[in-house]
Every structure is written in C-alpha cells, then in structure tokens.
C-alpha cells in the first residue's frame, strides 16, 4: 500500500510535466506557423492537426494536477457558508459523483479508441490515427479517477481516526 501512496503522486507530477510540454509544443507550433506564414507565405502542413492533438493531451494530463491543486470550479459562496462536516459531507458525495462519471467516460473512451483502431480512422491531413489520441486521453481519465478514489480513501479513514 505504501508503493501506492507514491505511485499516485509520482504519475500526476509526470503527466504535469507532459502536459506542459504540450502547451509548450502548441505555442511553439502556433508561433511558427505565424511567423512562416507571414515572412514566407509558407504554413506548417498539419499545424492545426498537431496542435489540437497538443490540446487534447495538455487537457487530459492536467486533469489530476487540477484536483490536486482544488483548482476545479466550485460552489464556494455556498459552500463556505456550511458548518466543517457538512462541507466534508458535500465534498465526498461530489467525488463520489465526479468519480462515477469519469470510470464510465474512460471506460467508454477505451472502447470508443479500439473502435477508431479497428476501423483505422486516422486525421485529415497527416493521416495519424486517432485511436492513440484518444487512448492517451482515456488514460488521463483513469488516473483522475483513481486521484478521486484515492480521496474518498482518505475520507474514510481520516473518519476512522
């Protein structure tokens, strides 16, 4: 269980770090594009695509630093005005809620992907296929679930206590 308690954490720190990289690769390929679009009238061939793709993954691998962080949009003006239990009552039923909508979403994303795999979808211009995008996006998923489940863990033992 100890190993478990540093799996976590270590995941949600190197998907934080590829996620910034991803923004970092779509400002970068943005600005390029801007710059041999005007010196050279000469775009990048399948910026747009790559830099979507650079999104989806920016956005997927965020998801558990973002919780981490409390920087989710809440109800805060209502919430802050309920006693201590109340406010713990109300942030377990939302994880638990949040948690169960994100097992089915990744559950249904990893089917969606190997339905793209299977039909070999691929993208407009570059031809990439898709299914790998949508797989590496499922995964962000599963581990902001497994971030979800790790506090109502903790809730219940800090209950326990």
């Known amino acids: 269980m100890e190993e478990n308690k540093r799996l976590l954490p270590l995941t949600e720190k190197i998907m934080r770090v590829i996620a910034a990289a991803c923004l970092v690769g779509m400002a ?10 005007g010196a050279f009238n000469t775009p ?12 989806v993954i920016a956005v997927g691998f965020a998801l558990p630093y973002a919780h981490y962080q409390k920087s989710h949009i809440g109800v805060e003006i ?23 909508l994100m097992a089915i979403v990744t559950w249904r994303m990893f089917l969606y992907a190997g339905t793209l795999a299977k039909s070999g979808e691929v ?14 996006l ?24």
């Open 123 to 136: 993208s407009m211009n570059l031809e990439l296929p898709e299914y790998y995008v949508v797989y590496v």
């Open 78 to 100: 209502l919430v802050r005005r309920l006693p201590k239990r109340a406010r713990d009552i109300f942030e377990l039923l939302t994880n638990l809620a949040t948690l169960f």
């Open 28 to 37: 970068a390929m943005t600005g390029m594009d801007v710059f041999l679009r």
């Open 138 to 161: 499922s995964f962000g998923f599963f581990v902001y679930a497994l971030c979800l489940l790790a506090d109502i863990v903790k809730f219940f033992r800090k209950r326990e206590a």
């Open 44 to 55: 990048i061939f399948g910026c747009e695509e790559i830099v979507a793709i650079l999104g």
